[in-house]
């Protein structure tokens, strides 16, 4: 069964550095989403992405966040200089249409220092 | 904006016990629904959704879930409860907007223990 993977499942950095988290959506998808999870909080949207551009974003999809899909498969969330309160679970997820079914990939747990 | 209540933070459940988690959610139209469940270190997977049509829905694992319109609510259950479904569990709000790729809004989860 397709499934979306994430890359690496954890990151540790230095605050102020840049990251960069890797996904691969599943390969028919064509919307694709990041959330967060901060340590034992709920799950919040950050950004959603169709068309080979943005569709929607929330409040805490700021300036320091970007995304793109560089290539036909990897769909990727930059973080230009990270915070403390950066740290968190990063999912990736993906649908086959606006229906908002999405699924989502095993995470990336980001650790800023 | 839609918002999602689970009331329950933990609940406690004897093992072949029968389940039923809250679900409560505000959006100005029908919205999409979806229960998820989150193993530890794990990501998220997909129980069962809500579209249209039966207000009953089936999903993986045993769970279903009924949609009740007057009630704004959404509630998950199973009959009987086996030790692996404990797990952290989410209710989430899509909005039908027609187009475009929406963010899920997701409660802040309800913590399944089983008890033997």
């Known amino acids: 069964e397709p499934e979306v993977t994430q890359t690496p499942s954890h990151q540790v950095t230095q605050m102020g550095q840049e990251v960069i988290l890797r996904c691969v959506p599943i390969?028919?998808?064509?919307?694709f989403y990041w959330y967060r999870q901060i340590l034992g909080q709920k799950v919040e949207f950050l950004v959603s992405f169709y068309n080979n551009e943005i569709s929607e974003k929330s409040e805490i999809f700021d300036d320091q966040f970007s995304v793109e899909r560089p290539d036909g498969s990897n769909f990727t969330l930059k973080i230009r200089s990270t915070k403390l309160e950066d740290s968190a679970m990063y999912f990736c997820?993906?649908?086959?249409?606006?229906?908002?079914?999405?699924?989502f990939g095993p995470g990336t747990r980001l650790t800023v220092l | 904006a839609q918002s999602v209540t689970q009331p329950d933070i933990h609940i406690t459940v004897s093992e072949g016990a029968s389940l039923e988690l809250r679900c409560n959610y505000s959006y100005g139209a029908t919205p999409y629904l979806f229960w998820y469940v989150q193993s530890p270190g794990q990501g998220l997977q997909l129980l069962l959704k809500y579209f249209s049509g039966d207000t009953l829905v089936q999903g993986i694992k045993g769970f279903e879930a009924e949609f009740k319109r007057s009630q704004s609510s959404f509630n998950l259950r199973k009959p009987s409860v086996h030790w692996s479904d404990a797990a952290e569990y989410f209710c989430?709000?899509?909005?039908?907007?027609?187009?475009?790729?929406?963010?899920?809004?997701f409660g802040k989860g309800t913590h399944l223990i089983i008890q033997p």
């Open positions: 997820a993906s649908g086959q249409d606006s229906y908002n079914e999405q699924f």
């Open positions: 989430a709000v899509g909005a039908r907007s027609g187009g475009g790729a929406d963010g899920l809004t």
């Open positions: 390969s028919n998808h064509l919307y």
